[in-house]
């Protein structure tokens, strides 16, 4: 299934109002967005996945349209799926600052 093009337009949207620079490339019939060369989010079909720490996953799993992301049968344990029904204005801006603010934590990739 390919990935939704609006999505992808709305991100863009957001992300080109940050102070950071955010690297898209198209992966796995997806996207991903790297900063600093460390994926912090993507795009799979209609939903965004999502990276955070440990307590901000635990909070983010309690509200609704929020799962695990699952790749290749396994359940990753440090991203989660956003399902596209709960990607609002509100919403997604919210979700991608998340994703940004722990990726900036984490040391740059070479």
Same mark, same amino acid.
Request: glycine share 10%.
């Given at each position: ?11 863009d949207e957001i992300i080109a109002g940050w102070a950071v620079d955010v690297a898209k490339r198209?992966?796995f019939g997806g996207l991903g967005y790297f900063i600093h060369r460390n994926m912090a989010f993507?795009?799979? &079909? ?17 509200? /609704? ?5 699952? *790749? ?9 799926? &956003? ?9 997604? /801006? ?7 603010? *722990? ?8």
């Amino acid at each position: 299934m390919a990935y939704d093009v609006g999505l992808e337009e709305r991100i863009d949207e957001i992300i080109a109002g940050w102070a950071v620079d955010v690297a898209k490339r198209k992966m796995f019939g997806g996207l991903g967005y790297f900063i600093h060369r460390n994926m912090a989010f993507g795009v799979k &079909a209609d939903q965004l996945i999502v990276k955070a720490d440990a307590e901000m996953l635990e909070r983010l799993l309690q509200e /609704p349209g929020m799962g695990y992301f699952e *790749f290749g049968g396994k359940q990753m344990k440090t991203w989660l799926l &956003a399902e596209g029904e709960v990607l609002d204005d509100d919403n997604l /801006p919210r979700l991608l600052e998340i994703s940004r603010d *722990f990726t900036l934590t984490l040391p740059p990739k070479q």
